[in-house]
Nanobody, 127 residues
Framework: VQLQAFGGGLVQAGDSLRLSCTASGGIFSRHAMAWFRQAPGKQREFVAA????????NYGNSVKGRFTISRDDAKKMTYLQMNSLKPEDTGGYYCAAKHTILTIDISKLDEDDYNHWGQGTQVTVSS
């Protein structure tokens, strides 16, 4: 499956932004989806994940309560709604996919488990 993220931009602290990730090829509905981010000079960080079917979600500690991941299998889309943005949320945001069986625990997945990655979209939050 090929992925492309978009929707990034320059916003002020406290603003909201919604990122989108479109998928093509493969069977999107058979993939767990995730968002990661990477700030300049820092390691890639897990942001959020959503299971096949969307029943389960998982979030990084720094975004819990502010970000929401969702998916629309009919449109082959994954979204990341980001509210109450902070300057430390600045970075390149990447969507990723992993083909999974139904019962996989997405909280146990890490960066290396995702085998499809899209190009990043830049989010810059000014103070």
């Amino acid at each position: 499956v090929q992925l492309q993220a978009f929707g990034g931009g320059l916003v002020q602290a406290g603003d909201s932004l919604r990122l989108s990730c479109t998928a093509s090829g493969g069977i999107f509905s058979r993939h767990a989806m995730a968002w990661f981010r990477q700030a300049p000079g820092k390691q890639r960080e897990f942001v959020a994940a959503i299971s096949r079917g969307g029943r389960d979600t998982n979030y990084g500690n720094s975004v819990k309560g502010r970000f929401t991941i969702s998916r629309d299998d009919a449109k082959k889309m994954t979204y990341l709604q980001m509210n109450s943005l902070k300057p430390e949320d600045t970075g390149g945001y990447y969507c990723a996919a992993k083909h999974t069986i139904l019962t996989i625990d997405i909280s146990k997945l890490d960066e290396d488990d995702y085998n499809h990655w899209g190009q990043g979209t830049q989010v810059t939050v000014s103070s």
